[in-house]
């Protein structure tokens, strides 16, 4: 059995290599499709935010050995798949690719829902996003009939169980930590006062939710918001408990015209606010400052807009420095999370050994009872038609015998020959052998 993990995230790729390998939603039910029919795995979960997009596979053909040929073969036909269905080059992904395994994978999966890897360590939003690609993994394959595999079901609820255990025993949670309050630190920094500035929001997901419920904290008053869907964008304003001017996505422009600060993320895979939209809107606002934040993945502004004057522009990527600072009170806490994550990672692997054996026991049993029947009825046929009843008994015995030890024999040998030891001593205790 064998679990493996393929992922691009903000570590080891920037923005412009991020946006390009997003799963949106069709992409997303494309892939797992395409995995399902070329059998790169049994299950398959797909991991798709602002800062990472990672596969988590149950592939139980694939050897653990990472230097084994048939796991080199593996890693090298995923990494194809993945080239192939993002239209990129492999020279284009070969320095940002990961690939995790086993222990490695399951540490990695726990880390990432706990907010240990994320761009701004704890952040809360993970694990819903987790948890949400787990589920559409499980509504995919219930269309086609099917179950996610048992071990890749059981490491997702571990996994969030992991969470949970972390948000109660440390302090990684204590405070609200996102993208979404970096976005709003950043604006802190160059705006000094809230109250008499216009904010435009584009979207209205729940980052955007977020974002509107930390400016209103710190003082927003005046505040848009423009959605592809008007309701959506009311029933956020509702949730948020401010009055909104609500605006369509065909009316960006007049939200620009009369915004000090932009903050946007939607899930469009183009281009929402172009440079031309800023500049029009900068002439309409006489070049007063404007602020751009673009926490979207594909970008939603064109990220042109920040040469022209008096404009500010900032990606996800540019939020690093302020999450720097929020670095240090999360340490501790996350040395302890790190902690509970070795120790339930350990765990679900003594499940997975524990489940591993009961089905080779079960295997081998089930084995032995079809060989004792085999012989059985040919013993009894011999006897029916008038053999001699000892020799049939005697000849019973001796398949029997030899056919139910060829499999431990040849263990046996295998572990004689690779010089396990320790393998050998255990053998021989439970015969009560000398070692």
Same mark, same amino acid.
């Given at each position: 059995?064998?679990?493996? /993990?393929?992922?691009?995230?903000?570590?080891?790729?920037?923005?412009?290599? #991020?946006?390009?390998? !997003?799963?949106? %939603?069709?992409?997303?039910?494309?892939?797992?499709?395409?995995? #399902?029919?070329?059998?790169?795995?049994?299950?398959?979960?797909?991991?798709?935010?602002?800062?990472?997009?990672?596969?988590?596979?149950?592939? =139980? @053909?694939?050897?653990?050995?990472?230097?084994?040929?048939?796991?080199?073969?593996? #890693?090298?036909?995923?990494?194809?798949?993945?080239?192939?269905?993002?239209?990129?080059? &492999? @020279?284009?992904?070969?320095?940002?690719?990961?690939?995790?395994?086993?222990?490695?994978?399951?540490?990695?999966?726990?880390?990432?829902?706990?907010?240990?890897?994320?761009?701004?360590?704890?952040?809360?939003?993970?694990?819903?996003?987790?948890?949400?690609?787990?589920? @559409?993994?499980?509504?995919?394959?219930?269309?086609?009939?099917?179950?996610?595999?048992?071990?890749?079901?059981?490491?997702?609820?571990?996994?969030?169980?992991?969470?949970?255990?972390?948000?109660?025993?440390?302090?990684?949670?204590?405070?609200?930590?996102?993208?979404? $309050?970096?976005?709003?630190?950043?604006?802190?920094?160059?705006?000094?006062?809230?109250?008499?500035?216009?904010?435009?929001?584009?979207?209205?997901?729940?980052?955007?939710?977020?974002?509107?419920?930390?400016?209103?904290? &710190?003082?927003?008053?005046?505040?848009?918001?423009?959605?592809?869907? &008007?309701?959506?964008?009311?029933?956020?304003?509702?949730?948020?408990?401010? =009055?909104?001017?609500?605006?369509?996505?065909?009316?960006?422009?007049?939200?620009?015209?009369?915004?000090?600060?932009?903050?946007?993320?939607?899930?469009?895979?183009?281009?929402?606010?172009?440079?031309?939209?800023?500049?029009?809107?900068?002439? %309409?606002?006489?070049? !007063?400052?404007?602020?751009?934040?673009?926490?979207?993945?594909?970008?939603?502004?064109? +990220?042109?807009?920040? +040469?022209?004057?008096?404009?500010?522009? $900032?990606?996800?990527?540019?939020?690093?420095?302020?999450?720097?600072?929020?670095?240090?009170?999360?340490?501790? /806490?996350? +040395?302890?999370?790190?902690?509970?994550?070795?120790? +339930?990672?350990?765990?679900?692997?003594?499940?997975?050994?524990?489940?591993?054996?009961?089905?080779?026991?079960?295997?081998? #049993?089930?084995?032995? %009872?079809?060989?004792?029947?085999?012989?059985?009825?040919? !013993?009894?046929?011999?006897?029916?038609?008038?053999?001699?009843?000892?020799?049939?008994?005697?000849?019973?015995?001796?398949?029997?015998?030899?056919?139910?030890? &060829?499999? =431990?024999?040849?263990?046996?040998?295998?572990?004689?020959?690779?010089?396990?030891?320790?393998?050998?001593?255990?053998?021989?205790?439970?015969?009560?052998?000398? /070692?």
């Amino acid at each position: 059995m064998t679990i493996l /993990a393929l992922g691009i995230n903000h570590k080891t790729a920037s923005v412009n290599l #991020r946006e390009k390998v !997003a799963f949106v %939603e069709d992409k997303r039910q494309q892939a797992l499709e395409q995995i #399902r029919a070329q059998g790169l795995a049994e299950s398959v979960v797909i991991l798709s935010t602002c800062n990472r997009t990672e596969l988590y596979f149950h592939q =139980p @053909d694939v050897p653990p050995q990472e230097d084994h040929p048939d796991n080199q073969a593996w #890693r090298a036909q995923c990494t194809e798949w993945f080239e192939n269905i993002h239209h990129l080059e &492999h @020279d284009e992904l070969e320095n940002s690719l990961y690939f995790k395994q086993n222990m490695d994978a399951a540490r990695h999966l726990m880390s990432v829902a706990c907010g240990l890897d994320s761009l701004i360590l704890g952040e809360p939003q993970i694990l819903g996003q987790v948890k949400q690609a787990y589920q @559409d993994s499980e509504i995919f394959y219930q269309a086609q009939g099917e179950t996610m595999s048992t071990n890749l079901s059981r490491l997702f609820q571990k996994t969030f169980a992991t969470a949970k255990r972390v948000r109660s025993e440390t302090e990684i949670g204590s405070s609200a930590v996102s993208v979404a $309050y970096a976005a709003c630190g950043l604006a802190r920094q160059i705006f000094d006062n809230f109250d008499k500035l216009r904010f435009l929001l584009v979207g209205a997901g729940e980052t955007i939710e977020l974002v509107a419920r930390y400016l209103v904290q &710190h003082g927003a008053k005046n505040m848009m918001v423009a959605n592809r869907t &008007h309701v959506r964008a009311e029933m956020m304003a509702e949730r948020v408990g401010h =009055p909104m001017q609500i605006l369509s996505l065909s009316a960006l422009q007049l939200g620009l015209n009369q915004a000090d600060v932009v903050i946007s993320s939607t899930g469009s895979p183009d281009l929402l606010i172009s440079k031309e939209m800023v500049e029009a809107a900068q002439k %309409e606002r006489r070049y !007063a400052p404007m602020l751009l934040i673009d926490i979207a993945v594909p970008r939603d502004i064109d +990220e042109k807009a920040g +040469e022209l004057d008096s404009v500010y522009s $900032y990606s996800v990527d540019d939020l690093q420095h302020i999450i720097e600072q929020n670095l240090a009170q999360r340490q501790q /806490a996350a +040395e302890q999370a790190k902690e509970i994550v070795v120790e +339930e990672a350990k765990d679900f692997f003594v499940w997975l050994k524990q489940q591993q054996s009961s089905n080779l026991i079960k295997h081998y #049993r089930q084995n032995a %009872e079809a060989i004792r029947l085999e012989l059985l009825e040919k !013993a009894m046929n011999a006897l029916q038609q008038g053999q001699d009843s000892e020799k049939v008994l005697n000849e019973l015995s001796y398949k029997l015998t030899n056919q139910l030890l &060829h499999v =431990p024999t040849q263990t046996l040998q295998s572990l004689a020959k690779d010089g396990n030891v320790k393998g050998l001593q255990r053998f021989s205790q439970a015969l009560k052998l000398e /070692a």
